[in-house]
């Protein structure tokens, strides 16, 4: 093999199919014959390029074309994508050898977009005779924006609209050497039966603008670009890179199929855009009078360049969220289907062990099938083997806040105490952080559970909600190894579920409080009893007060009930403050020592304690009395 008379100089990011198709029209070549020139037969087709080409090139196929063209090896190599395999996961997974037939939906190996500024070239001798390069990132859907230009990319030529579907060749008729590069090279119909031919629109030309004008992208949107170019090169770790665009790539895989469930994360003209995306494809799938159906998994970035951006846009800013696992959950259940059996979970699977860390422990709650323990109306079995739902109570341990949370300031203990609960549940027995809030006894008809909400909070006091996150796992990975057996919470919450203290053994407990001097008793009567029921409940399940059960109140007319209601927490203030006056401090001593034993009963038998009966209260089991 003889090196060819004439060549040319590569150009900064071009790709292999800008390179043929400009050396060709030089030489007056077709590609094909520069390749088979190269001896790349045994990867070559008689009419056509396989789009393998352009991801990668073995040792002797690079050498080969290196000496045809004059070039080095690392200038042919630089021509592929392979530089980018470990950053842009769809390289890889599109290679020869990978197990996958066809290249991957997110790379346009024959039919990039394109900037037609670029095309046309910078005025240079030989960019003015062949134009200037097809880049290599326009193969890549996360290009959508020509950032030098300040303008989105050309997704189809605007004389013949093609390409409408993707060949599978890496270049249009590869054995035509009359086109030049910047013509567009697909094949039309002639309605004749003459030979085809192409159509040869000139695609560094704009065409006229339609009616509304061509949308341009906003500066945010530049930005937004040139952040994702930033990630296919250092100093970013190739591994955060491409775990950042599998995440990437989830997400933007989730918003599509729920859409319009993500259009508050856009812009009105990007989610427009979107909207019309979304319509099209639909009609061609899931479109049931004229509601979409959220039974197909949309997967495919959007060919059409604002649409993309809209769609890998609100992605990223779904990325961005404080509260990541909440913010999936909204969106996986805009599902018609139970989440563990939606479309996006199963594509989930294929990539739970290439997504990032923090996006696998946002999606795991969310994403595993369970099975019900008890029947019917049973709990969910548990996802993790480390602890299990029961061990958590509905109001962390001062112990575990103590040690792990309290050093996060500017937050209130009781939301770090409440979340912190809720999100470890949902840990461990998956779903919605409600079902998870419900489990521990927080009910909507007390307290609507939204974790968001506690982040925007953390976000205003200037912490970082991943903060709290890192502590819950330390907290999380501390209860595989606890320095003393689990409580079983939920045996606890189950036998008080509506317990109140019985007349008698109240009566019996604040028959041993001390006589207090003066003319006016303490008021010992059923608001006080339900009072001290609701303190031991606290201190049994650990609960919060705001939850516990008022089966006493509940018996009360209504302008009782009200009036109970009012003087609820000035009661409760007296019992929990730190120098109580004398009556609740005596009365705080003989229910706390009655909640200690109370739950060593529960512990050891588990049945559901008789708000008529209780436990007897006698000397010999309760020696305080």
Known sequence: MHPLPRSLEPMSGESLVSYLLRLGHRLGLPPLHLIRAAGWTERVYAHHLPGGLLLDLTGPQTE?????????????????????????????????????????????????????????????PAQQLHGGPWQKLWHLPVAFACVKHQTYLESACPYCGQPHATSGRLIERANDHTLHPAQCRWTIDTQTHERTRACGGRLDQRAAPPPGGRPQPTPDILRFQQSLLARLKPPIPATDAAEYFTDLRLATALISSTWPQGEHLLTTALAEHVTTHIHSASERSDTSNGRLQYSRLREAPPRDPVACAGLLHAAHSMLEAGDLSECLSQFIHAFSKRPTRTPWVRFFAGYEHSCSRRFRNAAEPLTHAFRKIGGPQGT??????????????????????????????????????????????????????????????????????????????????????????????????????????????????????????????????????????????????????????????????????????????????????????????????????????????????????????????????????????????????????
Request: hydrophobic fraction near 35%.
């Open 64 to 124: 080969a074309f290196a000496r045809l063209t004059r070039q080095t090896a690392e200038e042919v190599s630089a021509l592929t994508l392979t530089q980018w395999r470990d950053r842009y996961p769809p390289i890889a997974r599109s290679m020869p050898g990978s197990g996958h037939k066809r290249p991957d939906a997110w790379l346009f190996v024959g039919s990039p977009r394109f900037c037609p500024s670029c095309l046309a070239g910078d005025g240079t």
């Open 380 to 625: 969910r079995a548990p996802l993790r083997n480390d602890y299990r739902p029961e061990h958590i109570p509905a109001y962390l341990e001062p112990d575990w806040y103590e040690r792990h949370f309290a050093p996060i300031i500017g937050i209130a203990p009781k939301v770090l105490r409440r979340t912190a609960a809720v999100r470890l549940v949902q840990w461990a027995i998956g779903g919605p952080l409600g079902d998870a809030a419900a489990y521990l006894g927080i009910t909507p008809d007390r307290m609507q559970f939204r974790a968001n909400t506690d982040y925007q909070r953390w976000e205003r006091a200037g912490r970082d909600p991943a903060e709290f996150e890192s502590v819950l796992r330390e907290l999380s990975a501390e209860l595989r190894t606890p320095r003393r057996p689990l409580i079983d919470y939920q045996r606890r919450r189950e036998a008080l579920r509506d317990w109140a203290l019985p007349p008698d053994t109240w009566d019996a407990l604040v028959s041993e409080l001390p006589h207090i001097p003066g003319p006016i008793r303490p008021a010992v009567g059923d608001r006080k009893r339900q009072d001290a029921s609701v303190f031991i409940w606290v201190q049994v399940t650990q609960g919060e007060h705001l939850f516990a059960p008022r089966p006493i109140e509940a018996e009360q007319p209504q302008h009782s009930q009200r009036e109970w209601a009012q003087r609820r927490n000035i009661t409760w203030h007296h019992l929990v403050r730190p120098n109580p006056l004398r009556h609740y401090a005596d009365l705080r001593k003989l229910l706390t020592e009655y909640a200690y034993q109370l739950a060593r009963d529960i512990d050891s038998s588990g049945e559901p304690i008789s708000t008529v009966n209780g436990p007897e209260l006698t000397h010999s089991e309760h020696p305080w009395l």
